[in-house]
């Protein structure tokens, strides 16, 4: 990689900025994380300036407040986190810039942790305003970017800051994210099987089209499976459908040729319930008026785990399923099985959020050789994208 990481600087007596992803769930109140995966992730990265001698200062965003402040997007739970894990205190700025923020750096001492407010409560933050930008880059020496999952996004913490600091460098999780990332797009081992599901076919195409041409083989699930069925005349009932996608669909399976597998049987219910009536049918079978499709069934789980099983090379993004209701987390959890289990001799890397929450579900996260923090941005990467934060850094 031509760009720099944090592990080519000299940090000793310097104030380093790191761009982190600490934008994790919250309860309702905005005082409890729900899951703090992306603060864990970000973990080695904050631990190595710290070993390195540096004082810290992290920056992140969390949720959509536009441009101003709204108390439920607060990062004090982050902060309160932060430092169970790191074992030691992490100081909270009340806003990203300003006098009491430039303040509270100056007063900073080597091996201290400083956590900047959330970034987007300025409005400059996601216009990438060089004013900003210039703030920011004022508060530290060296910048370090670490925040995969928002580095898709050309923001003043993520690209602008970039043009204003002495030296830039990737930090250890945005490093191993382009790792594994950069496998499977650019140098795959072989068989290489791509898993993706999830609700529609128009989210996912750029990422879908580039794995029929890199892999080899292409397995589909969730509701995105109906707008494929009905693309090929079948009956789907109620399922969720994108009419307007048919045309595209067709498109994708000719020229996809064998290379893509669509789900064989699958399960069928009632309603959108978890104590619906459901059963398990062909895919050629017309699903009955009302009904509609929210699994896999257990021939296409069989053929998937064949699949997936004599697979160098692994990427799965997106359920089978609605894995959240228990009738229909069957095939989602038996995908993540059958992962955990090639994980063994193949690389397997799963990117975005219900993915993510499917391999935790299953118990099998520890033996996946890579999750990625970035939902939009691995999608964006895996379809050839460049993304501004890596392109800021030096590109790859």
């Not at 030691?88 to 509270?104: F, H, Q, S, W, Y």
């Amino acid at each position: 990689m031509p760009h720099k990481t944090i592990d080519d600087l000299e940090l000793q007596g310097k104030r380093v900025f790191i761009r982190v992803d600490f934008n994790v769930p919250l309860d309702e109140s905005g005082t409890t994380i729900t899951s703090d995966t992306r603060i864990r992730a970000a973990l080695p990265t904050i631990e190595r300036a710290l070993e390195k001698g540096a004082a810290v200062i992290l920056a992140s965003h969390l949720g959509r407040p536009k441009g101003k402040p709204n108390p439920k997007m607060q990062l004090d739970a982050v902060a309160a986190r932060l430092a169970e894990l790191l074992g030691k205190p992490v100081n909270k700025a009340p806003d990203c810039i300003g006098p009491e923020t430039e303040r509270l750096v100056a007063d900073m001492k080597f091996g201290d942790v400083l956590l900047l407010e959330n970034l987007r409560f300025q409005p400059g933050e996601e216009a990438n305003d060089p004013a900003l930008a210039r703030q920011l880059a004022a508060l530290c020496n060296t910048y370090v970017n670490d925040a995969f999952g928002a580095a898709h996004r050309a923001h003043a913490s993520t690209a602008g800051i970039v043009e204003h600091v002495q030296e830039a460098a990737a930090g250890l999780l945005m490093q191993k994210e382009l790792h594994y990332l950069g496998m499977a797009v650019s140098d795959p081992a072989r068989p290489y099987v791509a898993i993706v599901g999830g609700a529609k076919i128009s989210g996912k195409l750029d990422v879908l089209q580039s794995f029929l041409d890199i892999a080899d083989r292409v397995l589909i699930g969730g509701a995105m499976t109906y707008t494929f069925l009905k693309a090929k005349c079948l009956d789907v009932g109620g399922s969720l459908v994108e009419d307007e996608k048919l045309e595209l669909a067709r498109d994708v399976m000719a020229s996809a040729g064998d290379k893509l597998l669509l789900p064989s049987d699958h399960v069928i219910a009632a309603s959108f319930s978890a104590g619906a009536e459901t059963k398990i049918a062909p895919v050629e079978e017309p699903v009955p008026a009302g009904w509609l499709g929210l699994d896999i069934g257990p021939k296409s789980i069989a053929i998937y785990e064949a699949e997936i099983a004599r697979a160098k090379m692994i990427v799965w993004n997106g359920p089978m399923g609605v894995f959240e209701m228990t009738p229909f987390a069957a095939g989602t959890l038996a995908v993540a099985r059958a992962v955990e289990a090639a994980s063994e001799h193949a690389v397997s890397v799963v990117g975005g959020g219900d993915s993510e929450k499917a391999i935790r579900s299953a118990g099998v996260s520890a033996k996946i050789t890579h999750v990625s923090t970035g939902g939009g941005a691995s999608l964006e990467f895996l379809a050839g994208k460049k993304l501004p934060g890596v392109e800021a850094l030096g590109g790859l």
